[in-house]
């Protein structure tokens, strides 16, 4: 629309729109409206929408990813919950231990996590094990255990959600929900996440290209849901002297093709606990919107991913080597 179109055009267009039976999206940008058409176009559709008062241009939306896009929408995204905020100047920091493990150490860690900068904290009460026999998570009694963390300390809880018979539960507990690599293209799950409403963490799939990643995000915001964070946490290589390949060139290529805030994973990304530093750095520098980490008291005695853990000291000396490499970009954190 044109920057001085008035709200009665803007909605004037929405309803023509949606007479054609497309689904009309208004999307507020700083200077500008734009009003997105989505569904199939038939030919003559876009002159029927030129003509409309107050239209500026209709452009097709190029992107098979059509919400998404950075075609639709100009400022980038920022998803908030409780004092975690992704995609603004300051790199979020969302750190935990793989899995909850009791009451008493997501409250202790939480509290030492807290102290040293980070806003967000993770912790798996459902876990989505390569093996059946390996450690499932507490689940219910998990997600109580994180709660009493946040009523602790006013972090914000971000935890893994595998079913979608679960999301209501989940979102019960949790300020934002985790989908997991392995369910990135549980359709059924991502549109429940979808419906839920809340802040969610999309990771990519271990094997999904970055136009299926962009696709699964699109079915959370399809449903209207516009709270979604892109998490690069590696990819299935040849190579095998790192757990996951982490290709942080996806930071920079997401960020050129959407408005949604990207997060790097770099304890799955690398599956050792002594690159996690180093690529935690390039994640910064290369321009994530924030960090996911695993930091245990104990990582020799986690309950799953201790190989890739780092201690809290470690994660406090990481915070301020990153502090300095956000600083050089221009950022904060
Ligand atoms: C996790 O965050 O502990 C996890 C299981 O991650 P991913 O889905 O990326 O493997
Ligand atoms: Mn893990």
């Given at each position: 629309?044109?920057?001085?179109?008035?709200?009665?055009?803007i909605?004037?267009?929405?309803?023509?729109?949606?007479?054609?039976?497309?689904?009309p999206?208004?999307?507020?940008?700083?200077?500008?409206?734009?009003?997105?058409?989505?569904?199939?176009?038939?030919?003559?559709?876009?002159e029927?929408?030129?003509?409309?008062?107050?239209?500026?241009?209709?452009?097709?939306?190029?992107?098979?990813?059509?919400?998404?896009?950075?075609?639709?929408?100009?400022?980038?995204?920022?998803?908030?919950?409780?004092?975690?905020?992704v995609?603004?100047?300051?790199?979020?920091?969302?750190?935990?231990?793989?899995?909850?493990?009791?009451?008493?150490?997501?409250?202790?860690?939480?509290?030492?996590?807290?102290?040293?900068g980070?806003?967000?904290?993770?912790?798996?009460?459902?876990?989505?094990?390569?093996?059946?026999?390996s450690?499932?998570?507490?689940?219910?009694?998990?997600?109580?255990?994180?709660?009493?963390?946040?009523?602790?300390?006013?972090?914000?809880?971000?935890?893994?959600?595998?079913?979608p018979?679960?999301?209501?539960?989940?979102?019960?507990?949790?300020?934002?929900?985790?989908?997991?690599?392995?369910?990135?293209?549980n359709?059924?799950?991502?549109?429940?996440?979808?419906?839920?409403?809340?802040?969610?963490?999309?990771?990519?799939?271990?094997?999904?290209?970055?136009?299926?990643?962009?696709?699964?995000?699109?079915?959370?915001?399809?449903?209207?849901?516009?709270?979604?964070?892109?998490c690069?946490?590696?990819?299935?290589?040849?190579?095998?002297?790192?757990?996951?390949?982490?290709?942080?060139?996806?930071?920079?290529?997401?960020?050129?093709k959407?408005?949604?805030?990207?997060?790097?994973?770099?304890?799955?990304?690398?599956?050792?606990?002594?690159?996690?530093?180093?690529?935690?750095?390039?994640?910064?520098?290369?321009?994530?919107?924030?960090?996911?980490?695993?930091?245990?008291?104990?990582?020799?005695?986690?309950a799953?991913?201790?190989?890739?853990?780092?201690?809290?000291?470690?994660?406090?000396?990481?915070?301020?080597?990153?502090?300095?490499v956000?600083?050089?970009?221009?950022?904060?954190?």
């Amino acid at each position: 629309m044109k920057p001085d179109a008035s709200g009665a055009q803007i909605e004037a267009m929405t309803q023509q729109i949606a007479g054609l039976g497309l689904t009309p999206q208004v999307i507020k940008g700083e200077h500008q409206t734009v009003v997105a058409a989505l569904g199939q176009e038939r030919p003559g559709m876009a002159e029927t929408l030129e003509i409309g008062e107050g239209v500026e241009k209709v452009l097709p939306i190029m992107a098979p990813y059509k919400r998404a896009s950075l075609e639709i929408k100009k400022d980038r995204t920022v998803v908030k919950a409780l004092g975690l905020e992704v995609g603004g100047v300051k790199v979020a920091m969302i750190a935990g231990p793989c899995s909850v493990e009791s009451e008493e150490q997501i409250v202790s860690i939480a509290k030492r996590l807290k102290e040293l900068g980070a806003t967000g904290l993770r912790g798996g009460a459902f876990k989505p094990r390569t093996s059946p026999y390996s450690f499932q998570g507490h689940k219910e009694k998990g997600l109580q255990m994180l709660a009493a963390a946040r009523e602790a300390t006013g972090l914000a809880i971000v935890t893994e959600v595998m079913a979608p018979e679960h999301v209501p539960m989940v979102a019960e507990y949790a300020d934002v929900l985790q989908i997991g690599a392995r369910n990135m293209q549980n359709y059924q799950l991502l549109q429940a996440v979808g419906d839920s409403g809340k802040p969610t963490l999309l990771k990519r799939g271990m094997s999904a290209t970055i136009e299926e990643f962009l696709l699964a995000a699109e079915y959370i915001l399809d449903r209207g849901n516009p709270h979604v964070m892109l998490c690069e946490r590696g990819i299935r290589t040849f190579e095998d002297h790192t757990r996951f390949t982490l290709p942080l060139a996806t930071v920079a290529y997401l960020q050129e093709k959407s408005h949604l805030p990207v997060v790097v994973d770099p304890s799955h990304g690398t599956g050792k606990s002594s690159l996690v530093a180093s690529m935690s750095k390039a994640s910064v520098a290369a321009g994530a919107d924030g960090l996911i980490l695993e930091v245990h008291e104990d990582p020799k005695k986690a309950a799953s991913d201790g190989a890739q853990t780092i201690t809290p000291a470690a994660f406090g000396q990481l915070m301020t080597d990153c502090r300095r490499v956000a600083e050089a970009v221009d950022r904060t954190m």
